[in-house]
């Protein structure tokens, strides 16, 4: 079932057209979803294009090669660019000055602090973390609103995936079950 918007089904933002991106835009698809994938390289979004079924899927699919483009209505906007901190940096910037100022910006990394990233905006309470693998872990940040937590977490979840909620500092090994603080789907 798709998490909705005010308005319907989610406008999803999906920055990098590598493998990561056309899988969760496949499942966001799948999910009901309305889906702009943004590459730089052409040839990914055909790849993409070629790979992702649309026919009978309840969601859609669009490709554009602008950051600007794909941001434009975003509901939420995740990242696929690589986890090193100039690319980040520069993804970041650019959403914060592109987005409307509804739209949440999911940072996905498995290294880089997604304090010290929101604080690099205006929007640090719509700035969340995501470690996106065979499921999710969701890193609040210091100042991640609950709304930006609950879209987010609700977004994932419609896909169909695992999603573990913890705090950014909060070590990765740290078994979330065994503590009633944090939200936890399984």
């Known amino acids: 079932m798709a998490v909705e918007s005010a308005n319907g ?4 933002a999906l920055i990098g057209a590598g493998r990561a991106g056309r899988s969760l835009a496949a499942l966001a698809v799948a999910a009901g979803h309305h889906v702009v994938l943004e590459d730089v390289l052409p040839s990914r979004l055909r790849e993409a294009l070629a790979a992702i079924p649309t026919a009978g899927q309840p969601g859609s699919l669009q490709t554009v090669t602008t950051v600007e483009d794909a941001v ?3 509901d939420l906007v995740i990242d696929f660019v690589p986890d090193e901190l100039e690319s980040k940096l ?3 910037c650019m959403v914060d000055r592109m987005a409307p100022p509804k739209t949440v910006l999911c940072v996905n990394t498995h ?3 997604v304090d010290d990233l929101a604080r690099c905006t205006y929007r640090a309470d719509r700035c969340i ?3 996106v693998g065979e499921g999710v872990r969701l890193l609040r940040g ?3 609103s609950a709304a930006s937590v609950m879209l987010a977490h609700r977004f994932f979840v419609s896909c169909g995936l695992g999603v573990d909620l913890a705090d950014e500092h909060t070590p990765a090994d740290y078994d979330t079950r065994d503590h009633p ?3 936890t789907t399984r």
């Open 181 to 183: 603080a944090p939200v």
């Open 72 to 74: 434009r209505n975003a």
């Open 142 to 144: 210091a100042q991640t």
């Open 9 to 12: 089904p989610l406008v999803l």
């Open 129 to 131: 973390g995501a470690a």
């Open 111 to 113: 290294a880089l602090s």
């Open 90 to 92: 520069e993804i970041v």
